[in-house]
């Protein structure tokens, strides 16, 4: 058997395990009405502790799903783990859960491609972040560890280039531990209380959070032309390692 054939036989495989797992997951949330519900705090808790038995695993199907399918944002799911589990506790389910959905999603664009890509995450959003994406491997860590960037879209549009899977691994074992981390610790109060010092402390963050946002939108190419300084920059420190060794 030729090597062509052998993968041929290895993505049908693997989009046959991936539409098998989307069909079960998709009748099961349209059994129990998820889609209909809303995309709030409550809502959200509500679904987690509808089967207390089973609170664990759909916390980390709903996570997973996060990342590769349902329009949630993640500090809702995530924060509605804290309130049910505790910060650790909802830290490393959603680690796990989001790590997984990392994976899929990444494989996904690597054996469907572009085109699939395209209809999930939408052809501008495609066109828009490969191009970003084309400047390097160390871009793409860039990306996902500044908050103001797609993690879950980009996932899925880094399967479709050239940056290897272990790279992507590891880009993403580190990133989302600290986004993850920052908002289980953070809205659990156990860093940062609720009140006292704590207040004008939050305060201070949330409109950090907003004004990097909005000077991200704002700076957008000048960002952009940073972060090309930063990979050229850190090309050149690993090329100059790699010689020394």
């Excluded at 944002?73 to 680690?95: D, Q, R």
């Excluded at 207040?199 to 959070?209: C, K, Q, S, T």
Aim: proline share 3%; net charge positive; glycine share 6%.
């Amino acid at each position: 058997m030729t090597e062509k054939k052998r993968k041929i036989i290895r993505g049908s495989i693997t989009i046959a395990i991936l539409v098998a797992l989307f069909l079960v997951i998709f009748f099961f949330l349209y059994k129990h009405g998820i889609f209909s519900r809303e995309n709030s705090l409550d809502e959200i808790k509500k679904i987690i502790e509808m089967y207390p038995g089973y609170s664990y695993f759909i916390f980390i199907l709903i996570q997973f799903l996060q990342v590769v399918i349902l329009p949630i944002p993640a500090a809702i799911t995530t924060t509605a783990g804290v309130i049910i589990f505790g910060a650790w506790t909802a830290f490393w389910l959603s680690y796990l859960a989001c790590m997984l959905g990392a994976i899929v999603a990444f494989f996904i664009g690597h054996f469907l491609g572009k085109k699939v890509i395209a209809w999930i995450v939408g052809e501008n959003d495609l066109q828009k972040w490969s191009r970003k994406l084309a400047d390097g491997k160390y871009t793409y860590f860039l990306m996902m560890l500044f908050p103001f960037f797609p993690d879950d879209v980009l996932c899925f549009i880094v399967g479709t280039t050239d940056i290897k899977f272990t790279f992507f691994l590891i880009t993403n074992i580190i990133t989302r531990a600290i986004s993850i981390g920052a908002t289980c610790f953070i809205t659990s109060g156990s860093v940062i209380p609720f009140s006292g010092w704590g207040i004008p402390v939050l305060i201070i963050i949330a409109l950090a959070v907003l004004t990097l946002l909005f000077f991200s939108f704002k700076y957008e190419n000048k960002i952009d032309l940073f972060m090309k300084k930063i990979e050229q920059k850190m090309k050149k420190l690993f090329q100059k390692k790699g010689n020394n060794n």
